[in-house]
């Protein structure tokens, strides 16, 4: 029997207390040999900018990079993290939709709902300072292994990312990590996401540039779980009131 202890969010208690775990490139075609000449006079192509790419032959390879040896989530942490912040199921309170995510921005908590009035607690990093966007949004696309691409306001508030201003290849140092969930209003990109990443440190502080972080082994774990079109809520942090174990 579970005893609750709930984190509040406008005062409606939501979970409690954790139960145990149960190209090759194409070959240029030569101009035939009566071809006319270019026009001197006319500009020349621009050339074609490199899009990043995530080579799905990479994928199996750098989950193992990134996921412990003999791997059990609720208590494998060569990450060092609080052990609060590894995953945990808790109970869920009555009335939330099954598979939705819910982001407690103050406990640094991610929940996804799941049957039988449970969730999957993961520890997060949220958004430093005003970065954070509270709000709900519907999880409109996923990505395993993604590209990266700063936005010009990450460049302007930072210019090292002008070196990666047309993208980032897929990786275990790209920023978006080993999955990503996106984030959108309508049919609207909000350029925020749930994603892995590769400073786990990070987890439990406000570090991204608007982003929520995971741990690159727990989102691999909750990815298949969460389906399209899911609804996602990140509450504000002065409103939670976070759970403790």
Known sequence: MLTRRHFVITSAALFSAPMAYAQTEPVAETAPIDAAPVDAAEPLPEPAVRRPVSNPSNWDRWDAQVTPAAYDPATSNPWGLDRRFLPQRVEANPGLTVGSIHVDAVARYLYHIEEGGTAMRY??????GNLYEPGTYTI??????????????MIQRDPQYARYENGMDAGP????????????????????????????????????????????????????HVEK??????????????ARS
């Open 123 to 128: 520890g997060v990093a949220i958004a430093k």
């Open 173 to 224: 140092n790209n920023p978006l990590g080993s999955r990503a969930l996106y984030l959108y209003t309508g049919s609207r990109d909000t350029y925020l996401r749930i994603h892995g990443s590769p400073h786990p440190k990070s987890i439990g502080g406000r570090a991204s540039s608007g982003c929520v972080r995971m741990v690159m082994a727990h989102i691999i774990d909750l990815y298949p």
């Open 140 to 153: 409109a696309r996923k990505a395993k292994w993604p590209t990266w691409t700063p936005t010009q306001s």
């Open 229 to 242: 079109g899911v609804t996602a809520v990140l509450y504000p942090p002065e409103d939670a009131l976070g």
